[in-house]
């Protein structure tokens, strides 16, 4: 019997729901920023410690990440960021 793995994703609402499909972005729950799985800087922060580990999130899609109350990442979403800060 082959069971399903779950991932634990952030809802609009903020709050945490199961899925199986896992999420498209990543995040930080302290700073509220969201961007790319492969991200340098993200990836940067995992590697000095677990302090950033125990605040990742994971989001299914941008839209959800936005409705959350996240804002994109300034390093690996360059483009989402400054129009997010004009609207700033």
Same mark, same amino acid.
């Given at each position: 019997?082959?069971? +399903?793995? &779950?991932?634990? %994703? ?10 199986? #499909?896992?999420?498209? &972005? ?19 922060? %995992?590697? #000095? ?14 839209? #959800? ?6 804002? +994109?990442?300034?390093?690996? &979403? ?11």
């Amino acid at each position: 019997m082959n069971i +399903p793995r &779950l991932y634990r %994703l952030v809802a609009a609402d903020g709050s945490t729901v199961s899925s199986t #499909t896992p999420g498209t &972005l990543g995040g930080h729950r302290k700073q509220r920023i969201y961007g790319r799985l492969d991200c340098k800087q993200a990836r940067r922060a %995992l590697a #000095t410690g677990r302090s950033y580990e125990q605040q990742r999130v994971f989001f299914a899609d941008e839209a #959800t990440a936005i409705a959350a109350g996240y804002r +994109p990442c300034a390093v690996c &979403l360059p483009e989402e960021y400054q129009a997010w800060k004009a609207k700033q």
